[in-house]
């Protein structure tokens, strides 16, 4: 299956790319040849992928990688580069490939050290590959100083070296770091299209692909989620009952700390199966002995894995409960459709009695009111606000109306 199978309802990017991959080869042959080199080409060293969370923009930039490095046979005869199958292809899909650095954190920030590390790989030649790939996945947590320090190798970059950032907006990227690479806007998938993907790829029943799909309303990473694990359907369902619970101040307090609970839970499941593993891993190449006593000078490193894993949870709880307030955002979104009389939109079809319910006991304006206290909890956490506060101003604001 080609790589370009994978971008979902992205049709116009996945022609943008397969063309600059297929020039890209082409340049790579006229300098191994030391023929003449094309003289349009729509290839470049860096590269922006924007978009909504779940339209894919890791996935066509891991699609983009692949096909620089693709080393089918049909490319060499005038095919589009991406076959899918070829070592190439395959290795970097999976992440194996040497020549193909895939950057993604699981922190809430990436820092200078890390970008500098980057950097300098960055201006290595391609050890068996046909570029030097680097795909950041997460380009909008860079700390200002990390985006200098990449700013400049985006400006002089290495002959064969290729830069492929993701963020959710070019505003997430350094004004100086967007205007030097070229933009790509990739667009939340339809409905249709992330159902048939789930079926066709993850062998999901078409009912509950169908379901998944347009609850998380075209995100793929989440419907695939959802669709393949009974707990998160279970978070889910808890939190489009909170509007039914925020009656009272107390309600409203007790609907806060089970949402901050529930996060917190998921993201220590998450993370307990992962931490286990690593501090296991790194206590055997340390040399630790029988009992697990570690040998003298290992605890400052040590120290160093508990103080990632531990700001590793802070980041997964609060992607948990950001995904909460998404499907709450849409919950109200869908009482909003009713209120002006639409039926087409309805996500949270599961939830249609109680949908109905708030729409014939408030108005448009004061569901728009709780849409933006919603966005407004948001923001307040990514100013690192208390979680506990900042959900409890939500609840007192939904409540109020």
Avoid at 86 to 107: K, M
Avoid at 327 to 338: M, W
Wanted: hydrophobic content about 45%.
């Amino acid at each position: 299956m080609p790589v370009w199978d994978d971008l979902v309802g992205q049709e116009k990017v996945s022609e943008q790319l397969a063309a600059a991959a297929r020039d890209a080869d082409a340049l790579v042959t006229a300098v191994a040849a030391k023929a003449p080199l094309p003289e349009a080409s729509k290839m470049t060293h860096a590269w922006l992928f924007t978009g909504p969370p779940g339209s894919g923009r890791s996935t066509a930039a891991r699609a983009f990688a692949a096909a620089l490095q693709c080393v089918s046979p049909d490319r060499a005869l005038g095919g589009i580069p991406g076959c899918g199958f070829c070592d190439g292809c395959h290795t970097s899909l999976v992440g194996t490939h040497a020549d193909v650095q895939i950057v993604r954190t699981d922190l809430l920030s990436i820092g200078v050290k890390e970008t500098r590390d980057l950097v300098r790989r960055a201006q290595l030649s391609p050890a068996v590959g046909r570029w030097q790939v680097i795909v950041l996945e997460d380009a909008d947590r860079l700390t200002e100083g990390a985006g200098n320090v990449l700013l400049k190798a985006v400006e002089e970059p290495a002959p064969r070296t290729v830069w492929l950032l993701c963020a959710p907006s070019i505003e997430d990227v350094l004004p100086t770091i967007r205007s030097r690479c070229r933009l790509l806007t990739l667009r939340t998938p339809p409905v249709e299209a992330v159902a048939d993907i789930l079926v066709r790829r993850d062998g999901i029943e078409p009912d509950v692909a169908a379901a998944a799909a347009r609850a998380t309303q075209g995100h793929i990473g989440r419907a695939r989620r959802l669709a393949t694990d009974p707990s998160a359907r279970q978070r889910r369902a808890a939190v489009l009952k909170l509007p039914l619970r925020i009656d009272d101040i107390g309600g409203c307090l007790k609907a806060a700390q089970e949402l901050i609970d529930t996060a917190s839970e998921d993201a220590k499941q998450l993370a307990e199966e992962v931490d286990v593993k690593e501090t296991e891993d790194l206590k055997t190449a340390l040399g630790a002995v029988q009992g697990g006593r570690m040998p003298r000078g290992t605890a400052g490193v040590m120290k160093e894995l508990e103080d990632r894993q531990k700001r590793r949870r802070t980041r997964t709880q609060r992607d948990s409960l950001d995904l909460a307030l998404i499907d709450l955002t849409g919950f109200y979104r869908d009482v909003l459709a009713l209120q002006l009389g639409s039926r087409l939109a309805i996500a949270n079809v599961e939830a249609g009695d109680t949908l109905e319910r708030l729409a014939r006991g408030s108005s448009p304006e004061s569901t728009l009111r709780r849409i933006d206290a919603i966005a407004a909890c948001r923001e307040a956490l990514d100013r690192n606000v208390a979680p506990l506060l900042a959900v409890e101003a939500m609840t007192m604001a939904l409540r109020a109306g």
